[in-house]
């Protein structure tokens, strides 16, 4: 598999990666497990799994993961490179035409309500990572404790994640025990 | 420098965001408090855009963001920056594989994260919901969205459609 060829895959999985990080999987399936036998299904279910379990966006990780797998480093700088070109310039033309377009009344209209669908939207997300959440006395804990510094405290997404994993890590560490 | 601003910021957000591409929301929303790159409604439609145009959201957004703080090279910029942790990561992790997951260490942050991501998402979606507070039309809207999706969760598309529709309905009404 050249670098090229590798490009142009990651190219098409991008264009026709619509809806989040949770699309993407069978359609790696389809490109790397069906169509070419260049991943087992066993190790694209791994490194869906760990993309997930990896900071970053799970869409990324996984190309990159294959990427890595078929030609090391530049494989997964390819894959990287890749998967975001159709996205990138569909963005750089649309907010240009976008721009131009708000100046109208009705296309104002439109984004009033575009605003309140990503107030739902992100509600939603909140949602479904609750479901998919093993929820426990640890989990409603970190969650409430979060939330409360949150609302009274402006702390910065970083400052919270880094507080709140110590003190998780350290307690998890001296209550549970390494195993 | 507003470029190595950005750079800096969208590698934080690449490091820290944690749970998929809305994950990201609450870093760009401390940024548009921070730095004056755009404004909240500005926020809003770009995660509008993000979603309804193909590749992965997180990285639309990353791009749009870019984008609208410092032009062109912004985006760019802000693109490479969001995905260079996830590179270094992945090489690391593809050498360790099972010895990752299997970690102590590993398990408890992944587990702490989670709760973590909710309520910081959580945080941002009362953030943007207290200035509607006081817009009825906006309230019926965003409840109706709600229980419209009560039984699954629609395409992101799908809400995106139907509340743009609804407020170019409302403009309608309001000019007649």
Known sequence: MSLFKLFLIFVKIGAVLLGGGYVILPIMNSEFVEKRSLVSHDDMIDYFALSQSLPGIIAANISMFVGYKLRGKWGAITAMLGVTFVPFWCIVLLASVLGALTQNSYVQGALWGVGVSVIALIMLTVREMWQKSNKNIYFYTIFVLTLATLLVFKLSPIQTILLFTIIGVLYKRFAEGVK | ?176
């Open chain 2, 1 to 176: 420098m507003i470029y190595i601003h950005l750079f800096v910021e969208f590698f934080k957000i690449g490091l820290f965001s944690f749970g998929g591409g809305y994950a990201t929301i609450p870093f760009l929303y401390h940024i548009s408090q921070v730095y004056n790159w755009y404004s909240l409604d500005e926020l809003t439609q770009m995660v509008a855009v993000a979603s309804i145009t193909p590749g992965p959201v997180g990285i639309n957004v990353a791009t749009y963001a870019g984008l609208k703080s410092a032009g062109i090279l912004g985006s760019a910029l802000a693109t490479m920056a969001e995905m260079l942790p996830s590179l270094f990561l992945v090489i690391i992790v593809s050498k360790l594989l099972r010895k990752f997951s299997d970690n102590f260490y590993v398990k408890s942050i992944i587990e702490t994260l989670k709760p973590i991501s909710c309520a910081l998402l959580t945080s941002v979606a009362i953030g943007l919901l207290v200035p509607d507070l006081k817009d009825i039309r906006a309230l019926v809207l965003l409840a109706f969205l709600l229980i419209i999706s009560w039984k699954s969760k629609k395409d992101p598309l799908f809400y995106i459609f139907i509340a743009a529709i609804a407020g170019v309905l409302l403009t309608v009404f309001q000019s007649l």
